[in-house]
């Protein structure tokens, strides 16, 4: 669709979506590698003053055979793969935000509803498919007569009627 300037909107927006995409995609990208370079930098950090001030690396920790004395060394550890937890989310995130992820996550949503969707019609139609239920009622002259209609509102009313003769 173009106006009297000649500029193709619809175009215009398309190639906007598209940058802007390509935009987001670089700055998570960005700032994975700043929360990566920061975490290794305080990393360093970290266990290079710990262990200038005589602190020691953790040891083996096994039950009935080693014991680990080093209740700070472990701290230190914990501390360091406690930091490296947000930098995997973040990687993840950011491997789903491209085409290659988006795909494969479009796939598994659209697997999940179209089985949930024949689930559904799977159901319906066994529904349909089940043989109605026969009712019968016993007449005025005492013989059985199929019911069309069981129901129990038309059950109720031929009770009326038969009660009313």
Not at 79 to 106: D, Y
Not at 124 to 131: D, H, N, R, V
């Amino acid at each position: 669709m173009t106006n009297n300037s000649g500029l193709d909107y619809p175009a215009i927006q398309q190639r906007i979506e598209k940058q802007l995409q390509k935009e987001k995609l670089q700055m998570q990208v960005l700032f994975f590698l700043i929360s990566l370079a920061m975490y290794i930098g305080l990393l360093a950090v970290g266990w290079g003053i710990f262990l200038s001030n005589g602190g020691q690396l953790p040891s083996a920790n096994i039950p009935g055979v080693a014991r680990a004395a080093n209740p700070l060394g472990d701290a230190m550890m914990l501390l360091s793969v406690a930091g490296f937890l947000p930098l995997v989310m973040q990687l993840t995130v950011l491997i789903m935000a491209t085409r290659r992820g988006e795909k494969q996550l479009r796939e598994r949503v659209t697997g999940r509803i179209m089985q949930a969707e024949m689930a559904k019609q799977m159901a319906a139609e066994q529904e349909l498919a089940e043989k109605p239920k026969r009712a019968m009622r016993l007449t005025d002259d005492g013989e059985l007569e199929e019911v069309d209609d069981p129901s129990p509102e038309h059950i109720r009313q031929t009770q009326r009627q038969s009660n009313d003769h």
